[in-house]
């Protein structure tokens, strides 16, 4: 098989990953750890509905919490440049079997709710309230100091159906995980904005949402967000890192929120705009993939993930076997 090809001209214009929406079982506690160890800005509190932006967001929102019973994700949010693109992507979906259909969202101008073939709820809109940007308000910036949200990653057990219906789409795929010499998809990094990714798809139980992901400014941030994790008792919720990815080259930290959600703070990104750029491969065996130094990750880090909200979850046929910590450390107490 080859590598699925872009379709540079589907009829719309998705931009970018958008913002999402995350149920959480305490409103207070999550706000905290959003507010204070991210760095976001909180928009506006409406009932049991918290809306925020990153420092340097122009757009009303990048993160919705809602209070709920139990924890999950309803929807990722993408953008697309005009209103008349909603209308050309909702026959898009239709065309291809998929569900599609208008909703009334606040804090949002028209919205389209659809669900991508490997059954990922995505929520799509052209326009939100304009709101002021606080990167110049630097008494404004703590914790993190998030800026934009930048990407999603889900897991999935058909990487390949979601690659080809995403650069049907109109994405370009930038890198991509396969063993040496192969086109056997097992991770795929899709972008629209001109880096790397907008959206990830992984080889695992899904759909669910592994991680959403957010710009810091520099490697400090990441870790002071850290140590303000640790004051505020969120120490044990910092999962992974800090440490760098071979994939996009980023320094980065994951942390779990109060419910589990899973976010991660990164400090930057290369261009990935010019149409000769080709698709970078990873082999999955290649340590540099996952870890390029220190340790790798623990074993929860590739099991648990958020669920999608009233979505069926498929195991792979594939199961991943990556190394994990736990895997690490007994393999090197058996050689001591």
Known sequence: ???????????????????????????????????????????????DALYLRGVEEACHHSLVLRQANDASCARLGLRVLMEEDLYLLKAFFAARGCPAGWVEVAHQGRTLHAVDPVGTPLEFCATMPVMPRMITKFTNHIGGSALRLDHYQVLTPE????????????????????????????????????????????????????HFAYLAPDVNCLLFACDLAGELGYGASVERGPGRHGPGHAMYVYMRDPD????????????????????????????????PWGLPARQAWFDEATMFAETIVSEPQLKPTPMTLEKYLARSNAGS
């Open 1 to 47: 098989m080859t590598l699925p090809t872009t379709n540079f001209d589907p009829g719309f214009r998705v931009t970018r990953a958008s913002h999402l929406v995350l149920t959480v079982r305490d409103l207070a506690a999550s706000r905290q750890f959003y507010e204070k160890v991210i760095g976001l800005i909180v928009t506006a509190k409406d009932g």
């Open 159 to 210: 990487v390949r159906k979601a690659c080809e219906f995403y650069t049907a789409a109109g994405f370009r795929l930038s890198e991509y995980i396969a063993p040496a010499g192969t086109s056997d998809l097992r991770g795929v990094f899709l972008q629209r904005k001109g880096n790397p990714h907008d959206i990830v798809f992984f080889n695992g139980v899904g759909p669910r949402l592994h």
């Open 260 to 291: 589990g959600h899973r976010v991660e703070l990164f400090n930057t990104h290369y261009q990935m705009m010019d149409i000769e750029n080709e698709p970078i491969a990873w082999d999955p065996s290649d340590r540099n993939l996952a870890f």
